[in-house]
C-alpha cells in the first residue's frame, strides 16, 4: 500500500519556525519530483515548493520564497519543508504529494495532511 | 502564471443527474496538461483525471474529462451520494508555478 506520512506540525507563534517531514512507503520515490501543497482554513489548494528527483531543481511560491527551504533524502524515502519567519497567513493543511509526469506534475499521491497554525 | 477559474462556485443536483463543471484557463496550456482532483469533506485530495481526459487508478467510469487550449470540462454522468465533493482543477507541465482553480463543491440533493 502506497503511503506519505507528514508529521511535525503544530502551533507556533508568529515568526516561529517549524520543520515538516513526509515519509513515503509502498511508492517509487527517488525518480519523482515531490511538491507541498497546502490548504487554509477554508480556502482552497495552493502550491508551496516542488524539488526535482535528483534535488536539481528546487522551486517556491513567492508567498514563501526566502522563508521556506525544501529538501529531500531519497535513502530515506523523505521530504521535508523548513519553515521559518512563520506569518499568520501560513496556517494551513499541508500535504505532500508525489509529482508525475513533469517536473512541475499532476499528483497522483497525496499524505494526509499536517497542521500548521500560526498564532500568538 | 495561468490562472483557472472554476464555475460554477456550488451546484446542488439530484442523484443520477449529470453534472458538468468548467475550468477555463488565463492562456492556453500545453499539452492538455490539466487534472482534476475530488476532495471530500475532512478528506484528503483525489486525483481523478490527468491529461485533461485520462482517468486515474480505479475512478469509475461515470466520470469523464475533456477540453482543450483555455476550456476543460469535468462531467459526472450519473451523480452518487458519495460524489459530494468539491472538485479543484490544477494546471502542470515544465516550469512554475503549479496552479489549481478555486473549486466547485458539488452538492447532492
Known amino acids: 500500500e502506497v503511503q506519505l506520512v507528514e508529521s511535525g506540525g503544530g502551533l507556533v507563534k508568529p515568526g516561529g519556525s517549524l520543520r515538516l517531514s513526509c515519509v513515503g512507503s509502498?511508492?517509487?520515490?527517488?525518480?519523482?519530483?515531490m511538491n507541498w501543497v497546502r490548504q487554509a482554513p477554508g480556502k482552497g489548494l495552493e502550491w508551496v515548493s516542488t524539488?526535482?528527483?535528483?534535488?536539481?531543481?528546487?522551486y517556491y511560491a513567492e508567498s514563501v520564497k526566502g522563508r521556506f527551504t525544501i529538501s529531500r533524502d531519497n535513502a530515506k524515502i523523505s521530504l521535508y519543508l523548513q519553515m521559518n519567519s512563520l506569518r499568520a497567513e501560513d496556517t494551513a493543511i499541508y500535504y505532500c504529494?508525489?509529482?508525475?509526469?513533469?517536473?512541475?506534475?499532476?499528483?497522483?499521491?497525496w499524505g494526509q495532511g499536517v497542521p500548521v497554525t500560526v498564532s500568538s | 502564471e495561468i490562472v483557472l477559474t472554476q464555475s460554477p462556485g456550488l451546484m446542488s443536483l439530484s442523484p443520477g443527474e449529470r453534472a458538468t463543471l468548467s475550468c477555463r484557463a488565463s492562456?492556453?496550456?500545453?499539452?492538455?496538461?490539466l487534472a482534476w482532483y475530488q476532495q471530500k469533506p475532512g478528506q484528503t485530495p483525489r486525483l481523478l483525471i490527468y491529461?485533461?481526459?485520462i482517468r486515474a487508478t480505479g475512478i469509475p467510469d461515470r466520470f469523464s474529462g475533456s477540453g482543450s487550449g483555455t476550456d476543460f470540462t469535468l462531467t459526472i454522468s450519473r451523480l452518487e451520494p458519495e460524489d459530494s465533493a468539491v472538485y479543484y482543477c490544477?494546471?502542470?507541465?515544465?516550469?512554475?508555478?503549479?496552479?489549481f482553480g478555486g473549486g466547485t463543491k458539488v452538492a447532492i440533493k
Open positions: 491529461a485533461a481526459s
Open positions: 504529494t508525489r509529482g508525475r509526469g513533469y517536473t512541475f506534475g499532476f499528483s497522483d499521491y
Open positions: 492562456q492556453s496550456i500545453s499539452s492538455n496538461n
Open positions: 490544477q494546471q502542470y507541465g515544465s516550469s512554475p508555478p503549479l496552479t
Open positions: 524539488i526535482s528527483g535528483n534535488s536539481n531543481y528546487i
Open positions: 509502498g511508492i517509487s520515490f527517488s525518480s519523482y519530483s
